[in-house]
Structures are given as C-alpha cells and as structure tokens.
C-alpha cells in the first residue's frame, strides 16, 4: 500500500503562492496505475478535487475548472515526490489539503494522505 | 460540475441498519457505474469503503453495502456499531473535465 505525506507551510499570506509537496512511499512515482491527485476540504465542507498529474509513460495533468487558472501539479520522480502550486491565495483557499492517489482502472481515491491544515490570513 | 446530494444526518441504534442516498445527475451517478464511499471520522483523511458502486476493498466488514438505481447510489450499514459513528461522502466519476464530484457528507449518529 502506498503511503503520502504532505508538507508544507501551515499559514499563506493573502495574495501569495501556496506550496505543497507529497512525498511518497512504499511505491514509485513513475507507475502507471495511479493519478497522483490533490484534493483539499474546508473545515465542516465536502471535499474538492483539485488536480492530478499522470507520470505513467507520459506525463500528463488535469485540473478542476474553478482553479485552471491558478494551480499547477508536477512530479520530481528523483525524489518521489509530488507537488501543487496555488497562487493568488484567498481565505476562502483556507482548508485541509490531502494527496491521494486515484485509481484510474477502477475510479476511486485510493490512498490518502493525512492532511495538512493551510490558513490563508495576514 | 454539479455537485452530488446527501442528506445531512441520519441516525440508527447499534443493532440496526441504515441506509444513506447520495443523488446526482445523467453526467455522473446515472451514466457510469464509478461510485466510490468514503468514510471520515474526526481530525482524519477520508477512508475508503465501497468503490465501483458494490464492491468492498480488503479489510471493510461486509456490514458495509453499496447500490445503485437510476441517479442515485446508496450506501447501507447493517449491524450498526458504535465505531460506524462518522462522516460518509460519497463520490462519483463525471463527464467532463472534472475527474470526480463529491456529496457534501452524511453525519451518522449511533444512539
């Protein structure tokens, strides 16, 4: 079972870039039978899927339509390890995010992460 | 991409079975068998229970049932246990270009 660990600062200044890194275990990066995915959830609200890369033979992303604008995924297989790019920060980007690995034969979200609680304040 | 419908809360005594709805549209849980289960108890990531609509991963109690009819795919717990107290989303693949939707959560209360 694949294992993730997210990283990252805890408190985003207004305006600033968000920076996540998933570091993962007990499985490589480069196979192709996952999405490495972002998902993030506000305190007492669904999750929200918010992008994934693809690493298999060719790399790949994907992201939520409502943040296209605003996040990048990529993928450092030397490290294994994972990360997203949220810019222009708001509080309503305030929220606990998780990476997670999808499952794309059977569509499911696999493994998760144990999350990291990011604030967007001043 | 809309969102999927559950209900807020739902409650059961140990022994009993409940059942929890999750509703969609024709663009996910009427057009594709890919519903997933998630169960969320406090301060934890959200773990899997049912995926492909019925099926179990490894290690959940087949206490946990999963169905599906129309636009809308069901989640039962029968033989409720103290430790069944959680949240409960449920998620479903989509057309379109977002690789999945989420409900926003069923709280089940053990009594």
């Known amino acids: 079972q694949v294992h993730l660990q997210e990283s990252g600062p805890g408190l985003v200044e207004p305006s600033q870039t968000l920076s996540l890194t998933c570091t993962v275990s007990?499985?490589?990066?480069?196979?192709?039978?996952?999405?490495w995915s972002w998902i993030r959830q506000p305190a007492g609200k669904r999750p929200e899927w918010i992008g994934r890369?693809?690493?298999?033979?060719?790399?790949?992303?994907s992201y939520s339509p409502s943040l296209r604008s605003r996040v990048t995924i990529s993928a450092d297989r030397s490290k294994n390890q994972f990360s997203l790019r949220l810019t222009s920060v708001a509080a309503t980007d305030t929220a606990v995010y998780y990476c997670?690995?999808?499952?794309?034969?059977?569509?499911?979200?696999?493994?998760w992460g144990q999350g990291t609680l990011v604030t967007v304040s001043s | 991409q809309s969102a999927l419908t559950q209900p807020p809360s739902v409650s059961g005594f140990p022994g009993q079975s409940v059942t929890i709805s999750c509703t969609g549209t024709?663009?996910?849980?009427?057009?594709?068998?890919?519903v997933s289960w998630y169960q969320q108890s406090p301060g934890t990531a959200p773990k899997l229970i049912i995926y492909?609509?019925?099926n179990r991963p490894s290690g959940v109690p087949d206490r946990f049932s999963g169905s599906k009819s129309g636009n809308t795919a069901s989640l039962t717990i029968s033989g409720l246990q103290a430790e069944d107290e959680a949240d409960y989303y449920c998620s479903s693949y989509t057309s379109g270009n977002t690789l999945a939707v989420f409900g926003g959560g069923t709280k089940l209360t053990v009594l």
């Open positions: 024709r663009v996910d849980i009427g057009n594709y068998n890919r």
């Open positions: 997670v690995t999808y499952n794309w034969r059977d569509y499911y979200f696999q493994s």
């Open positions: 492909g609509v019925k």
């Open positions: 890369i693809y690493t298999g033979e060719s790399e790949s992303t």
């Open positions: 007990g499985g490589s990066i480069s196979s192709d039978n996952y999405y």
